[in-house]
């Protein structure tokens, strides 16, 4: 799938427009008018709608990769040096402990 040119929509938009000008001028068949009208209306309302959702996904994306860093970077990495920190700690407990049980029963 490929985004929406501006330039193409415009010269798109404003081709039908020349052509409605033409036929009127010319005294073209009311029905290609109408419809060459109608097409210009219809991709016109469609170029907003899309402009809108490309919008409202930017800031989805943006917001999105924000907490993305908030989770990866404030939280995890944090927890995970803490408990990194603890888990040492308490393998030294651990070690200390063992050491000091067999020198105890003198094991």
Request: net charge negative; charged share 30%.
């Given at each position: 799938m490929q985004g929406i040119s501006d330039t193409r929509h415009r010269q798109?938009?404003?081709?039908?427009?020349?052509?409605?000008?033409?036929?009127?001028?010319?005294?073209?068949?009311?029905?290609?008018i109408e419809k060459a009208?109608?097409?210009?209306?219809?991709?016109?309302?469609?170029?907003?709608?899309?402009?809108?959702?490309?919008?409202?996904?930017?800031?989805?994306?943006?917001?999105?990769?924000?907490?993305?860093?908030?989770?990866?970077?404030?939280?995890?990495?944090v927890k995970s040096r803490e408990l990194k920190r603890q888990i040492a700690r308490e393998a030294r407990m651990f070690e200390l402990h063992r050491n000091n049980g067999y020198k105890g029963y003198g094991t």
């Open positions: 798109l938009v404003d081709a039908l427009l020349q052509l409605e000008n033409v036929l009127n001028d010319r005294g073209g068949a009311p029905k290609d009208a109608d097409h210009r209306r219809q991709l016109i309302e469609m170029k907003a709608n899309y402009d809108h959702f490309v919008s409202q996904l930017a800031q989805q994306i943006d917001a999105y990769f924000a907490e993305y860093e908030k989770a990866k970077v404030k939280f995890l990495g």
